[in-house]
């Protein structure tokens, strides 16, 4: 394997955001740290805790102290897995960054893998649990969640809930990233033409377990996927998002509006007819539509040549009949 990796002091940051169900931290540290070492990696950890977890921390802090390679990064006020990683990538020295949650998702000594792919040329190496050998519930949820992914992005991606992956340090730095998109992160990079990989990763033991979640969960899942669609396919070209609902909408008011307009030349009287009142609502909301995409197609216009950024993956160089000749003798 090739361990020949650009450092800036490390070769990978393991960046760990504290936030939502963790495991014992410096057991994770340990089985982690110890299957990097063994793989010839220059390996720092850091754990980004939301202020309840410090206490949690304890146990690392001791590890810091003796000089293991940690960093403990302590926020105030609630940021969220993805305010964690943004905020904790400054403090890392690595040129690649290894993403995992605090809690077992794919075993240690499947990691590796992830930074091999990696240094062997992708931007991104997603871990896939496979084989899966959770409870059927946690697998039906995974196929519902990536064919929305797939039609609606046209992602190709088996599991992006794994919330294991190593990238380049510019991925994160250049994906922008908010809210709860960290575990989207993928998709995004993908969507600004960065390269990536999945790698399959045996499922740790910790992750065998069924998980069913309430309600709000499942709508905020879905509130996220309707962005991430606006993001990826609307975000250079709104008219066609809000000129497609403003023409169903203005279409729609027109055609009560002429049925209303009919039958009051046929003598039925306009008093006390809400239908009227929803052609016009329709017509008003759909013009209304349409003039936002306008402005978001000027906004877009006016900031094309700063924004979108678009990656060359090679150059050839055209060859002249002289150059074809002189390769022959």
């Known amino acids: 394997m090739n361990r020949n990796v650009e450092t800036n002091g490390f070769d990978v940051s393991v960046l760990i955001p504290v936030s939502e169900r963790p495991i014992d931290l410096e057991t994770l540290y340990r089985e982690t740290s110890q299957v990097l070492r063994e793989t010839g990696y220059s ?7 939301e202020p309840w977890a410090e206490s949690m921390s304890e146990s690392l802090a001791r590890y810091e102290e003796k000089g293991e390679p940690i960093s403990l ?46 240094t062997a040329g992708a931007d991104l190496a997603l871990a896939r649990r496979w084989p899966r050998r959770d409870p059927r519930i946690n697998r039906v949820q995974t196929r519902v969640l990536h064919a929305l992914l797939a039609r609606a992005t046209s992602t190709r991606l088996h599991d992006v809930g794994s919330g294991v992956w190593a990238g380049r340090r510019e991925v994160l730095e ?17 969507h600004e033409g960065f390269r990536v990989e999945e790698v399959e990763c045996p499922q740790h033991q910790s992750d065998l377990k069924a998980r069913v979640y309430g309600p709000s969960v499942y709508l905020r899942r879905l509130l996220d996927l309707f962005a991430l669609v606006f993001l990826t396919r609307f975000t250079h070209k709104p008219l066609r998002f ?21 039958q009051r030349l046929a003598g039925q009287p306009l008093a006390n007819r809400p239908v009227l009142l929803l052609g016009v609502l329709l017509v008003t909301l759909g013009v209304q539509a349409v003039a936002l995409g306008l402005i978001g197609e000027i906004i877009v216009h006016l900031h ?26």
């Open 242 to 262: 809000f000129g497609l609902v403003g023409s169903v909408s203005a279409i729609a008011g027109t055609l009560v509006l002429v049925v209303v307009a009919v």
């Open 304 to 329: 094309e040549s700063t924004g979108r950024r678009y990656r060359l993956r090679s150059k050839g160089e055209a060859r002249g009949p002289e150059d074809g000749a002189a390769g022959s003798n």
């Open 73 to 118: 990064l302590r926020f105030e006020g609630g940021k969220g897995t993805t305010g964690l990683a943004k905020q904790a990538l400054r403090h890392c020295e690595g040129r690649i960054v290894l993403v995992m949650p605090a809690y077992g998702r794919v075993k240690p000594s499947a990691l590796p893998a992830l930074i091999d792919a990696v």
């Open 43 to 49: 390996c720092e950890f850091v754990f980004a805790l």
């Open 174 to 190: 250049q994906v922008p990233l908010y809210g709860d998109f960290l575990r989207f992160l993928p998709v995004l990079a993908v």
